[in-house]
């Protein structure tokens, strides 16, 4: 098993150690040619949604990325990654569009306003994870096709469409890897 990480802007490298520690190989995809080597399944991190966007259409990558995801392939975006595959976005344009949920961008602040809290996601572990947010966006809702995993609050925090995992926190900024295991499982 083999998988890609967006790293064009954001924590992709701390999704790169995780993958690491639980033995599975991952590179780094940074430029076209990089997704022309097998994968088979990609992350998309953390960073800026809206720098994330412009970059993959600069570099020719949103239209392959797009098709890759809709015809199956795994995906896994965390915090502006959740942004990225979103199909709305309130108040702005979407990017890849794929994911059923309204997304609110920087719902829980700025980053002077990042916390982290323990949760049980009963689908994930049945210790409780550490839900790390720095900026985070929430999900307002989800569509018919997407599933919530997890609520914080009354907000939605963490969701699931087919092939298709998202999470507001960042999962890769702990030393907890319950979230990545769960993807590897939906990988394989
Ligand atoms: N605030 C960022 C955005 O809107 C997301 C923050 C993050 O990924 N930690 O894209």
């Not at 033995?23 to 992350?43: M, N, P, Y």
């Not at 985070?136 to 925090?157: F, K, M, Q, S, T």
């Not at 030393?175 to 295991?181: A, C, D, I, R």
Request: charged share 25%.
């Amino acid at each position: 098993m083999r998988i890609g990480i967006l790293a064009l802007q954001g924590a992709f490298i701390e999704h790169k150690y995780a993958f690491d520690k639980l033995g599975v190989d991952s590179f780094e995809i940074r430029q076209k040619r990089d997704i022309e080597e097998h994968f088979d399944a990609l992350v998309i991190p953390g960073g800026e949604s809206t720098v994330i966007g412009k970059l993959l259409h600069k570099l020719e990558l949103f239209e392959p990325i797009k098709k890759m995801i809709e015809n199956g392939m795994p995906v896994f975006g965390t915090c502006a990654g959740l942004i990225v595959l979103a199909k709305n976005v309130i108040g702005e344009e979407p990017h890849l569009a794929l994911m059923d949920i309204t997304v609110k961008r920087n719902a829980y602040g700025k980053q002077i306003d990042s916390f982290s809290q323990d949760v049980i996601i009963p689908e994930v572990s049945k210790e409780p994870f550490p839900l790390v947010f720095i900026r985070a966006p929430w999900i307002e809702g989800v569509g018919d096709n997407a599933r919530v995993l997890c609520e914080l609050d009354g907000h939605i925090v963490a969701a699931r469409q087919d092939n298709i995992l998202v999470t507001s926190f960042h999962p890769e900024l702990t030393e907890n890897l319950s979230f990545h295991k769960y993807f590897i499982d939906m990988i394989s």
